[in-house]
């Protein structure tokens, strides 16, 4: 009975072979080339690297790779220059040797045609002009000079003109009486009568070269007969003038140059550039020596006095140091048998005086403009035309002295009115409404312009803080702006500079006054949603706020110690503040046009502005049945507001225009009539759909876009596109209908993560760390680690030496049968000659005989 074969031998026999199923089957080894290395003894948990090894395999093997390699490398070893196969798909494992062939004949063909296409008239004909090959002409065997064209240049003969311009067919069939009588009958080829044309065209070239020659001698000759006789005529000056008299040498182009260098002018230097402190200590001169010069003029000071006194004369002046600026001749004239030199005197002495402070004056108002020396011409000219037009008959003339009195008072009452060059900084926000209120809008900037530079933090050490003070001062007089009635936006706007500028100096107390005011519209949204349940929207002073904490500090942060907080702001007023009057619409839509500011740059997701506007849709559209999306507060389904927007008067809607919306809405302002109201539902509408579509702009790379907007699509689709709106609503409608179209949803449904089965819990076993005895013993974690280096040093040391042995005897074998070789052919060719030798005497012997038999 035989032994029952395990379990695992049969299943093993049960498994079909590799090849059967479709894997590359394994030769079995030849059980002759298999070697077993035997153990001594075995170890439990040791693998056996070498157990069972194929010594023939691996040797053919490494005889293989040598060949590939090392046998190239020395059968190459003279040389210095590689061949290199470039042909088509040479190297390319994947072609096969017919595609490789038609590559090859496909690219040569192209090749050949590439260089034969340019002039490719007829391949086996050669190109010739008039008979005669280009590749002849290219020779350039008969060169002309080109001095022999200067004479006729431009002209033809008319044989040649006929024979290019004219085709050459009266060339070839017209000819002379004589020319038919010698030829006798006999038609001449095209290539003759080219030859005769050429042959004319050089013969007369060669007469015209004659002649043009002869003339040149002829000139000459002239020239020289006039030079004698010129001698004879000219005068002849002394030898020793011509002594003097000597040709100096024309200067060449690299002395001109050099002089030219040396009157060049040298660089100057220029005077650097002044700091940020040493241009505001000279502003604030300025403006010093303006003010005090404004007061002067106001109290009626003489700024001349001083001027007009005169100078220490020493005992050797000659008093000569005068400028005649004018001609002061006056014309003398009598007037009732009098002169009238005095009373004209006078009366130019108080026109100067007048002229002088009205200069002065306008000096201090412009001083971009003081620097014109034109600048009182205008007041000369008027002056003069009152002295030629004369007084009216009707009312008494002034005596000089009472217009110099009138004229001063005039240019106080002017200078007090002036604005003033210096400021204080203001230490309230009273100071400041008392400086700016009652001002122009460019009063207004400059005052704060003067007050910042009068007050610049290098020029005293207690600026600084004033002007942190100042931002405070300046944000609450805007707000103070944007609550009055109506609000003085043209102010705020100028204003922003002037805040964006000192938040660029000061950034610190600029942002905590910005989060001051935020944090008090805050609380006050807080307090009124817990005392009524529900809150108002802030006044325009508050949206301002948000608008300019915008404008000064960036938006695009993740976090900002300013921007975030005014993004919580806004999304708490379009959440908590309901809407219930076309007002609250209007400031709505402010807050939204701010936010899409906010997040131009981030393209943050705001869902409390797309349920905004989406709730703005509703109240505008007319009809709400069979509705397919869901209202957010702070909007309703139904009640009073839930048709605020709706426009059902038709003419109201053909009378109405694309405008924009007015932040004067914001402030309470009425109808005054219903149409108006009408236009003003409309113009919202038209700002949401802007809206709507800048939003679809900004989120449509979002996966989630198409689970945004198909509230906003749905409602436009079904209730707002095409309901009897104005055409220019009606195209915005479907422009941002175009814009929220998504072919199909990006995201894709949720699907739980498919988790691997957790294992049963087993006990693991504890190893303990066996000590090596003999030579590692008691040696450290680094000790080991240069051993353990050591040691595969030693086995890669001798493994490099032994494939370098290998290497030399498999070198040794080459060299040997290349040796074997030789000999044998040697050996061979000796046979060769042998042969060869020993039957040329065989048959000389055999020629001998026949010779010896007879």
């Known amino acids: 009975m035989g032994k029952a074969r395990p379990a695992a031998a049969r299943k093993r026999g049960a498994v079909a072979p590799a090849g059967a199923q479709g894997g590359r089957a394994r030769p079995n080894p030849n059980p002759f080339e298999v070697k077993v ?8 948990g040791r693998k056996a690297r070498h157990a069972v090894g194929q010594p023939g395999v691996s040797r053919a093997r490494a005889v293989h790779k040598r060949t590939q390699t090392l046998l190239k ?72 000079d080109s001095d022999s064209d200067t004479e006729e240049r431009g002209t033809l003969s008319a044989e040649l003109t006929a024979a290019h311009f004219g085709g050459g067919g009266g060339l070839l069939h017209k000819k002379t009486p ?18 005769e044309l050429i042959a004319k065209s050089k013969q007369e070239k060669r007469e015209r070269q004659a002649q043009r020659e002869g003339a040149l001698e002829l000139t000459e000759k002239l020239d020289q007969d006039w030079k004698e006789i010129q001698t004879l005529l000219a005068h002849r000056t002394p030898k020793s003038e011509n002594k003097d ?24 230097p220029s005077d650097r550039m002044k700091s940020e402190e040493e241009l505001a200590k000279e502003e604030q001169e300025r403006l010093q020596q303006l003010e005090a010069a404004r007061l002067r003029r106001m109290h ?60 002065e004056d306008l000096s201090e108002e412009d001083p971009e403009n003081s620097s014109d020396p034109d600048g009182h011409s205008d007041l000369e000219s008027d002056m003069d035309s ?49 400086l700016l209120s009652g001002r122009t809008r460019e009063e207004q900037l400059v005052v704060v312009e003067r007050i910042q530079t009068c007050n610049h933090p290098s020029l005293a050490v207690g600026n600084k803080a004033k002007l942190e003070k100042l931002f405070g001062f300046l944000l609450e007089y805007i707000g103070d702006l944007a609550t009055d009635d109506p609000p003085n936006l043209q102010v705020i706007d100028k204003l922003v500079v002037q805040l964006y500028n000192l938040c660029q100096m000061f950034p610190d107390s600029a942002s905590d006054s910005i989060k001051f005011v935020l944090r008090d519209a805050m609380h006050e949204m807080e307090g009124a949603v817990e005392a009524r349940g529900r809150a108002a929207f802030p006044g325009l002073d508050v949206l301002v706020y948000l608008k300019i904490a915008g404008m000064l500090f960036p938006t695009s942060d993740l976090r900002h110690p300013v921007v975030t907080p005014a993004l919580v702001c806004m999304s708490q007023l379009l959440t908590k503040c309901p809407v219930l009057s076309l007002q609250d619409v209007v400031k709505g839509l402010f807050v939204c046009c701010v936010f899409l500011d906010y997040v131009s740059l981030s393209r943050r997701f705001i869902p409390e502005l797309v349920n905004f506007l989406l709730g703005i849709l509703y109240i505008a559209s007319p009809n709400k049945r069979g509705r397919s999306y869901t209202l957010v507060h702070p909007f309703r389904a139904s009640g009073k507001n839930s048709e605020l927007l709706v426009v059902s008067d038709e003419e109201d809607k053909a009378t109405w225009q694309r405008r924009g919306l007015s932040l004067h809405w914001a402030c309470g302002l009425k109808a005054q009539n219903k149409t108006e109201a009408n236009h003003t539902r409309l113009s919202c509408l038209a700002v949401c759909l802007a809206l709507v579509k800048g939003c679809a702009q900004f989120y449509s790379s979002l996966p989630s876009f198409y689970a945004i907007v198909r509230p906003l699509r749905a409602l436009l689709m079904e209730h707002l596109a095409g309901r009897g709106h104005p055409p220019e609503l009606q195209e915005l409608c479907q422009s941002a209908l175009a814009n929220l179209e998504e072919p199909e949803p990006r995201c894709r449904p949720l699907v739980c993560a498919k988790s691997k089965p957790e294992p049963l819990k087993l006990f693991t076993p504890r190893l303990v760390k066996v000590l090596e005895f003999g030579r590692k013993q008691g040696s450290s974690k680094e000790e080991q680690e240069r051993r353990r280096l050591i040691h595969k ?4 040391f001798k493994g490099a030496v032994r494939e370098i042995r290998r290497d030399n005897q498999f070198l040794a074998r080459m060299q040997l049968s290349e040796t074997l070789e030789r000999d044998a052919e040697r050996k061979r060719k000796v046979k060769q000659l042998f042969n060869s030798l020993a039957t040329q005497e065989g048959e000389w012997k055999a020629l001998k005989r026949k010779k010896f038999k007879k």
């Open 178 to 195: 004589q020319q038919q009588g010698e030829e006798g009958g006999k038609p001449r080829s095209r290539r003759e009568l080219i030859e």
């Open 37 to 44: 290395n035997r153990q001594k003894f075995p170890v439990l």
């Open 793 to 796: 040093h030693k086995r890669e």
């Open 300 to 359: 009626g000071e003489d700024e001349g006095s001083e001027a007009r006194k005169p100078k220490h004369l020493s005992a050797d002046d000659l008093n000569d140091g005068f400028v005649l600026d004018k001609d002061d001749r006056r014309l003398l004239s009598y007037m009732d048998g009098k002169m009238s030199i005095e009373e004209e005197q006078s009366r130019e002495a108080g026109d100067g005086e007048s002229e002088e402070e009205q200069g």
């Open 386 to 434: 009152e002295e030629d037009c004369g007084w009216p008959s009707g009312e008494p003339r002034q005596a000089p002295g009472e217009g110099t009195t009138s004229i001063g008072h005039r240019a106080r009452e002017a200078a007090r009115n002036q604005l003033p060059y210096t400021f204080a900084a203001p230490e309230s926000y009273e100071e400041l409404k008392s």
């Open 73 to 144: 490398e020395y059968k190459e070893r003279d040389k210095s220059n590689v061949f290199t196969d470039k042909r088509y798909g040479e190297y390319s494992s994947t072609m096969s040797p017919e595609e490789k062939m038609m590559k090859r004949f496909a690219l040569e063909q192209q090749r050949q045609h590439e260089k034969k296409s340019i002039y490719n008239l007829n391949e086996d004909e050669e190109l010739t002009h008039y008979g005669q090959s280009l590749a002849d002409i290219e020779k350039h065997n008969d060169i002309v």
């Open 245 to 268: 008299k000597k040709e100096r040498p024309k200067p060449d182009a690299y002395d001109m140059m050099v002089r030219e260098l040396g009157f060049e002018m040298k660089a100057q």
